[in-house]
């Protein structure tokens, strides 16, 4: 098995993981909609916000569910969709893409990272269909 098919098969161990992190972050997220009336009381009987005269009402609070739960389902569909990719240049981009999202959370950074770091290889690259790169000074 070459590198590049390593990283492709690893890449595909990412997504994997990337659907069962937002599945369950969306099931968490389903539960917090239906204990939202209980969640109200608490959170106006807290004495430190009642004391700030913070107001918090219910669509507030759904609205901040109901964008995670979207993010949660956006990045279901992405990584479906990326686990069973055609190696074409479009896709790869949408891999890289996929990546820097996942450095950019704090759940994925390192293995973000890692991913990022290999995805970016010539040989991952052409096995994509970018052309072979051109050499460095350094390689001559």
Same mark, same amino acid.
């Given at each position: 098995?070459?590198?590049?098919?390593?990283?492709?098969?690893?890449?595909? #161990?990412?997504?994997?993981?990337? %659907?069962?992190?937002?599945?369950? &972050?969306?099931? =968490? @997220?389903? !539960?917090?909609? +239906?204990?939202?009336?209980?969640?109200?009381?608490?959170?106006?009987?807290?004495?430190? #916000?009642?004391?700030?005269?913070? %107001?918090?009402?219910?669509?507030? &609070?759904?609205? =901040? @569910?109901? !964008?995670?739960? +979207?993010?949660?389902?956006?990045?279901?569909?992405?990584?479906?969709?990326?686990?069973?990719?055609?190696?074409?240049?479009?896709?790869?981009?949408?891999?890289?893409?996929?990546?820097?999202?996942?450095?950019?959370?704090?759940?994925?950074?390192?293995?973000?990272?890692?991913?990022?770091?290999?995805?970016?290889?010539?040989?991952?690259?052409?096995?994509?269909?970018?052309?072979?790169?051109?050499?460095?000074?350094?390689?001559?």
């Amino acid at each position: 098995m070459s590198y590049a098919e390593k990283v492709i098969l690893f890449n595909r #161990l990412y997504c994997g993981l990337w %659907v069962l992190l937002s599945l369950f &972050i969306g099931a =968490i @997220l389903v !539960t917090g909609f +239906g204990i939202l009336p209980e969640l109200e009381q608490q959170l106006l009987a807290e004495p430190a #916000l009642a004391s700030q005269n913070i %107001v918090i009402d219910e669509d507030s &609070i759904r609205r =901040i @569910l109901g !964008t995670l739960l +979207g993010y949660a389902g956006f990045k279901v569909l992405l990584n479906l969709l990326l686990i069973w990719a055609p190696r074409k240049k479009a896709w790869w981009w949408a891999q890289l893409f996929n990546h820097v999202i996942g450095v950019l959370s704090c759940i994925m950074t390192i293995p973000g990272i890692l991913m990022l770091i290999h995805w970016s290889k010539p040989e991952v690259r052409t096995a994509y269909g970018f052309g072979i790169p051109p050499l460095s000074r350094g390689d001559e």
